[in-house]
């Protein structure tokens, strides 16, 4: 488990990278991308949901996003994006698509539920974090 949490952080690190985030928030980024990565495989290893697991890595990387905004006052999509990567649902809407043109259409139609709820898994756990920092922050 923690060679994966490990991973989650070089591969958030890799997206930072590439989508040429400051060198000085680098370590940041790749702690968020952990987090949220070791959260996605607890819930993994307890639920088996994929869903659920993005969704709540999703909420841990907001969180985290939200507290590095802050203490390194820098936009918070420089800690969220680089994160998120490793959870897009990249190769469950390869194999949708796949099924669909093999003619495999109730595998098709599993797998494209199971990247929609995904897809949506991300945004709203992403959104509930930002909207409740707001509330928040107007309310002070």
């Known amino acids: 488990m923690i060679l994966q949490i490990l991973y989650g952080c070089l591969a958030t ?5 590439l989508f040429d985030i400051p060198k000085k928030l680098i370590k940041e980024v790749g702690l968020s991308g952990g987090v949220g990565w070791g959260g996605y495989i607890i819930i993994m290893n307890l639920y088996a949901s994929p869903v659920a697991a993005t969704f709540v890595a999703s909420v841990l990387i907001g969180i985290m ?4 905004a802050r203490s390194t006052k820098s936009p918070v999509t420089m800690f969220t994006i680089p994160a998120i990567m490793p959870l ?9 698509i796949k099924a669909l043109i093999d003619g495999e259409n109730k595998a098709a139609l599993e797998l494209g539920i ?3 709820g995904i ?7 992403l959104i509930i974090v930002i909207s409740l920092f707001r509330i928040k922050k107007q309310r002070l």
């Open 13 to 17: 690190i890799g997206f930072g990278i």
């Open 65 to 68: 996003g939200e507290y590095f």
């Open 88 to 96: 897009v649902p990249g190769i469950t809407s390869y194999r949708a």
């Open 114 to 116: 199971l990247t929609i």
């Open 119 to 125: 897809a949506i898994a991300i945004a709203s756990g």
